[in-house]
Each structure stands twice: as structure tokens, then as C-alpha cells.
Nanobody, 125 residues
Framework: QVRLVESGGGSVQAGGSLRLSCVVS????????MAWFRQCPGKEREGVAA???????TYADSVKGRFTISQDNAKNTVYLQMTRLNAEDTATYYC???????????????????WGPGTQVTVST
């Protein structure tokens, strides 16, 4: 059974940075896509960044140039470095993993079965 646990969330001033971590256990991450999503109350969960097993990375337009996803397979950990944060980045952030079928969007939460409990990020102005 796959288990994912996020950490690193918190409160930060606008313009600041945070690094989120997600530790994966019970799963060989090299065969799946790892992704970060976020969700605000009353809104749908949206994809932020994803890294495929072949190393191809995809970002949502809203975070391009500000967020960086990376993976350390030796530690079974995926990271999300977030810089130049703004109030619109306030959300609960989730990591997820799954094998995404050909033609599927790596930023679509529909394709992911395994999720962490989330970590809250709050950006104040």
C-alpha cells in the first residue's frame, strides 16, 4: 500500500519562499508520476507540478518560473520549491502518485489514486 506524507507547509509573507517535501513509502516511485496539487476551500483541486518517471516535468502556467519540482529517488522524496509566493498560492498542498496512462494529463487529479493528507500553505500580504 502506498503512503505519502507531506511536510514543509506554513505561513509566509508575500514574496517569500517555502519548500514542501513528500515522502513516499510502500511504492517504487521510479515507475510512476509524482505530482503536487493544491486546493482552496470551495474550489476544485488543481495540478501544480508533476515529474514523470522519465524525468519530464510539467508545470501549471500559474506557477511557471516560480515553483520547481524535484525528486530524490534514494530518499523516496519529491520536493516542491516555491518562490515569489503570493496570496493566490494560499491552499492546502497535496502530493500524489500514480501511473498515468498515455494521453492522460499529469496535472489532472482524476488519474491519481494515491494521495497524501496535505499540508497548508498560507501567504499573507
Amino acid at each position: 500500500q502506498v503512503r505519502l506524507v507531506e511536510s514543509g507547509g506554513g505561513s509566509v509573507q508575500a514574496g517569500g519562499s517555502l519548500r514542501l517535501s513528500c515522502v513516499v513509502s510502500g511504492y517504487t516511485s521510479s515507475f510512476g508520476t509524482m505530482a503536487w496539487f493544491r486546493q482552496c476551500p470551495g474550489k476544485e483541486r488543481e495540478g501544480v507540478a508533476a515529474i514523470r518517471s522519465d524525468g519530464i516535468i510539467t508545470y501549471a502556467d500559474s506557477v511557471k518560473g516560480r515553483f520547481t519540482i524535484s525528486q530524490d529517488n534514494a530518499k523516496n522524496t519529491v520536493y516542491l520549491q516555491m518562490t515569489r509566493l503570493n496570496a493566490e498560492d494560499t491552499a492546502t498542498y497535496y502530493c500524489a502518485t500514480d501511473a498515468i496512462p498515455a494521453g492522460g494529463s499529469v496535472l489532472d487529479p482524476y488519474y491519481y489514486q494515491s494521495w497524501g493528507p496535505g499540508t497548508q500553505v498560507t501567504v499573507s500580504t
